[in-house]
T-cell receptor, first 112, second 113 residues
Framework: QKEVEQDPGPLSVPEGAIVSLNCTYS??????FMWYRQYSRKGPELLMY????GNKEDGRFTAQVDKSSKYISLFIRDSQPSDSATYLC????????????FGKGTKLSVKP | NAGVMQNPRHLVRRRGQEARLRCSPM?????VYWYRQLPEEGLKFMVY????????ESGMPKERFSAEFPKEGPSILRIQQVVRGDSAAYFC???????????FGDGTRLSIL
């Protein structure tokens, strides 16, 4: 079993839709959870950084962490064509010295 | 307001040559991380450095690969005697401290002929 599982998609939605992206993980020691957005030929851009279970909202983005189920989600409201990118979940243990573990990424396409 | 700067953006080498990839962290960041992204694969951690120290190199191949972050200047990822399998995108990230959010550069795309 891989440490972090993420459905690669591709996921295609119409403009304005609510998008749900998910990752599951197996290592209960993970404490910090991140979502990155990566456009083609660019580096990952940090979208959300969360520590505890629960929800964190930033504009159209909401990150959700359920440590009991080892499941994290990213919701995008009112999706825009500019949201078309690959979304990567990443996580790290509290005692880790910097080794981020990434999912493989979900490719999202928002159609006008 | 410079972010993480990587150069070159593209690097072409022939098998057996050396590749040097450079990374300048964000202003105020003293922690640097290198990751490799193979086609259709996720980002894989290679090495974590602070100034003049390697903190974690558990993801580095045992041979041909080395990294440094000198007191002055950028961090360098060095690949000696490159092989076709080294072709990948290499990303550098930096943070202000361990376990703080890591911010990434746009990568160096290494192609081996």
């Amino acid at each position: 079993q891989k440490e972090v599982e993420q459905d690669p998609g591709p996921l295609s939605v119409p403009e304005g839709a609510i998008v749900s992206l998910n990752c599951t993980y197996s290592n209960s020691a993970f404490q910090y959870f991140m979502w990155y957005r990566q456009y083609s030929r660019k580096g990952p851009e940090l979208l959300m950084y969360t520590y505890s279970s629960g929800n964190k909202e930033d504009g159209r983005f909401t990150a959700q962490v359920d440590k009991s189920s080892k499941y994290i989600s990213l919701f995008i409201r009112d999706s825009q064509p500019s949201d078309s990118a690959t979304y990567l979940c990443a996580m790290i243990t509290g005692g880790s010295q910097g080794n981020l573990i990434f999912g493989k990424g979900t490719k999202l396409s928002v159609k006008p | 307001n410079a972010g993480v700067m990587q150069n070159p953006r593209h690097l072409v080498r022939r098998r057996g040559q050396e590749a040097r990839l450079r990374c300048s962290p964000m202003k105020g960041h003293s922690h640097v991380y290198w990751y490799r992204q193979l086609p259709e694969e996720g980002l894989k951690f290679m090495v974590y450095l602070q100034k003049e120290n390697i903190i974690d190199e558990s993801g580095m191949p045992k041979e041909r690969f080395s990294a440094e972050f000198p007191k002055e200047g950028p961090s360098i990822l060095r690949i000696q005697q490159v092989v076709r399998g080294d072709s990948a995108a290499y990303f550098c990230a930096s943070s202000s401290a361990g376990n703080q959010p890591q911010h990434f550069g746009d990568g160096t795309r290494l192609s081996i002929l």
